[in-house]
């Protein structure tokens, strides 16, 4: 089976009368494979809503190249889009319906039995407040009757733009849960959010877009390595001497606050033999590993919005 | 298929929709009601009064017209003191008190007549329904534009032509529903109407052109609710209809007309929308051009010319096709964010 999504060198120029273009997606590519969550990263208006919404043919896009589910969009959109579930960013809907009345009126046009309404409405937990109107629900109950309208569909392909805004910390939970059960059901979600310790959580792999460009890509662990620099924090009692120590050694030391942080290290063995045979002793030892939020401020160090 | 049937469920669960539907109906009960109010059937006591009165009427015509006669055949004499010359001028034409007789009608209580009252009457509901068609069919693409629901719509339907064909489908279905089931209870009130207070005899003819009336009305109000969509579609939000709506009556109606009406333009109703609505809604109209009046030193010779229901259908169609063209092509094009 190929991949769920191949993007190639996406384009895309927002044309206003009044402010003139801007360019939101500069030649962006991005591949998500089959039965996994990825996470889709990236800083504030680098271009993450506008694929989302040009993959799913509310945008024209500029130029570029886009196959989902094995099919080219937006020429074949008709065929694949019984297959995707989405949530675009910060979903709305008509005020006066109740959640209920919302659901079935979209069954009803996707063909749909209205017995999958019910299911859903469990699924996100609003079944409580079905019957109200839509008006009258908090953001994350909005939030959830989104998602609840994309899993209508029993998507193969789940696609959700910054689900976790307006959620409470259990419904954080729940929509991971609710993301696992989906992979696991043989799905594959495509999932845009700010929140990374989530992301570093749930995803298999990442995608990170910059100024409209992808910036780096592939499972979460080797993205993390790619970042890795072999840095090890180490406490001892005499930071001066083991500084000295080390730097003799060939070790690049740079001190901090109440320990060393020692870089270019392969083997930690080799600190505690160093420092040993000077006699000192190492009180402790820790790979600095970098977690996706390093990594991530890190590759898109510029200001996120930029003119 | 199904696409029509969720919109046609959506298009009655709107409040807009129920509240409109309401509205026209308590308009429509506000009619019958001043007619009932206004009018009687005429009782045996009336029909004898209203007898005696046009008898009395008529013995007073009769003699005013000797007085006339009288007046006209004698000479004016200098000083006189003749009632009569000066009530009856020379070169009076005496036949004109006499060639409009009245009737014991003329006397009678007001009563409805179906027959007669029955064409304005639904016109009247034709003008109500379009509004009506206006409205309704501007807000229902408009709020759901505005609040996101088109963008849900085509996250399940990709294809926007089928969509904006479908969702315009189903509220012409609902309009013409709405059209028909009002024009039934509309003809059955004023049926009891004319029974109780006047007379509900209809000819088969009569029958007929109410029946093509009211096909008129409902004509109109299928247009009014396409123009309404199309251009609330076209604006993203129901504001976008309402606001063309009043500037097309304050600039083409109201100002257009006075600026006209100040060039002295030759049968400035040519250029008014309303002048086809009413044309429409007659078979045609008549207008009466008297900008040839103002123009030289004779008298006025003022025309009468006319708008035929052809030309009026012309316009329809041309309007119609013009705004929705545009308005599906933009729907088809641009981006929704
Ligand atoms: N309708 C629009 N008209 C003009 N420019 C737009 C429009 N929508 C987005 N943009 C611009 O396109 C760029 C990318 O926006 P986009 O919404 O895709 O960013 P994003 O990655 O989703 O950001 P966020 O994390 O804030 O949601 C931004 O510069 C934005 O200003
Ligand atoms: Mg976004």
């Known amino acids: ?307 | 298929m199904k696409l029509i049937r969720a919109e046609l469920v959506r298009l009655f669960a709107r409040r807009f929709t129920r509240i409109a539907l309401v509205g026209v109906l308590l308009l429509l009960a506000g009619i019958a009601t001043v007619i009932w109010i206004t009018n009687h059937k005429p009782t045996p006591a009336d029909r004898l009064s209203a007898h005696i009165a046009a008898e009395q009427a008529l013995t007073e015509r009769n003699a005013a017209y000797q007085q006339c006669v009288d007046a006209q055949s004698r000479t004016p004499s200098p000083g006189a003191t003749d009632s009569g010359a000066k009530q009856f001028p020379p070169g009076f034409d005496c036949h004109q008190i006499t060639d409009y007789p009245s009737t014991d009608a003329d006397f009678l209580p007001a009563s409805f007549r179906l027959a007669a009252a029955g064409p304005d009457l639904f016109r009247a509901l034709g003008a109500l329904l379009a509004l009506f068609g206006f409205a309704v069919g501007a807000s229902f693409i408009g709020a759901e534009w505005s609040s996101g629901g088109i963008l849900t719509l085509l996250l399940w339907r990709p294809n926007r032509t089928p969509v904006w064909l479908g969702k315009l489908g189903s509220l012409l279905l609902g309009v013409l529903g709405v059209g028909v089931v009002y024009s039934v209870l509309w003809y059955a009130t004023l049926w009891v109407l004319a029974d109780n207070r006047g007379s509900s005899a209809l000819t088969a003819g009569a029958l007929r052109s109410l029946a093509l009336v009211d096909v008129r009305a409902i004509t109109l109000t299928l247009v009014a609710a396409t123009v309404g969509y199309a251009v609330s579609a076209l604006g993203r939000n129901t504001a976008t209809a309402l606001g063309a709506a009043v500037a097309w009556v304050v600039i083409f109606e109201v100002g257009t007309r006075i600026i006209l009406g100040l060039m002295n333009a030759a049968r400035p109703e040519r250029w008014l929308l309303s002048s086809y609505v009413q044309a429409w809604l007659t078979n045609g109209a008549r207008f009466f051009d008297e900008s040839k009046c103002h123009n030289g030193p004779d008298p006025c010779v003022g025309v009468w010319w006319r708008i035929s229901a052809q030309q009026s259908a012309l316009v329809g169609v041309t309007l119609l096709v013009v705004v929705t063209a545009v308005s599906l092509y933009s729907f088809r094009r641009r981006d929704v964010t």
């Open chain 1, 1 to 307: 089976m190929g991949s769920v999504i191949e993007i190639e060198g996406l384009r895309k120029t927002y044309r206003t009368l009044l402010h003139g273009p801007r360019q939101a997606l500069d030649g962006f590519d991005m591949v998500v494979e089959p039965g996994q969550v990825h996470g889709f990263l990236g800083p504030n208006g680098s271009g993450k809503t506008t694929t989302l919404r040009t993959l799913l043919g509310l945008v024209r896009p500029g130029g570029g190249r886009m196959r989902v589910l094995g099919q080219p969009v937006p020429h074949a959109l008709a065929a694949v889009t019984p297959r995707i579930g989405a949530v675009v960013e910060s979903p709305q809907f008509f005020g006066n319906f109740s959640g209920r009345r919302t659901l079935r009126l979209l069954a009803t046009t996707g063909g749909i039995p209205h017995r999958r309404v019910e299911e859903v409405l469990d699924i996100v937990g609003l079944h409580g407040r079905a019957n109200d109107r839509v008006k009258a629900y908090s953001l994350g109950m909005r939030q959830r009757l989104a998602v609840a309208s994309a899993l209508l569909k029993s998507p193969e392909l789940l696609i959700l733009d910054e689900p976790a805004n307006g959620l409470d910390p259990a419904g954080i939970r729940e929509m991971r849960d609710l993301m696992r059960d989906v992979v696991a059901a043989g799905a594959t979600v495509l999932l845009s959010s700010h929140i990374l310790g989530e992301v570093q959580q749930i995803c298999d792999s990442v995608t990170i877009i910059a100024h409209g460009r992808r910036v780096t890509a592939g499972p979460v662990a080797d993205v993390l390595a790619s970042q890795d620099k072999g840095e090890f924090r180490v406490k001892v009692d005499d930071p001066a001497r083991a500084a000295a120590v080390l730097a003799e050694a060939g070790a690049v030391v740079r001190p901090a606050e109440d320990h060393l942080v020692v870089t270019g290290v392969t083997d930690p063995a080799w600190v505690t033999r160093t420092l040993a045979g000077q006699d000192l002793w190492v009180a402790e030892l820790t790979p600095i590993t970098p977690d996706l939020e390093s990594v991530f401020l890190q590759l898109t160090d510029e200001p996120a919005v930029s003119a």
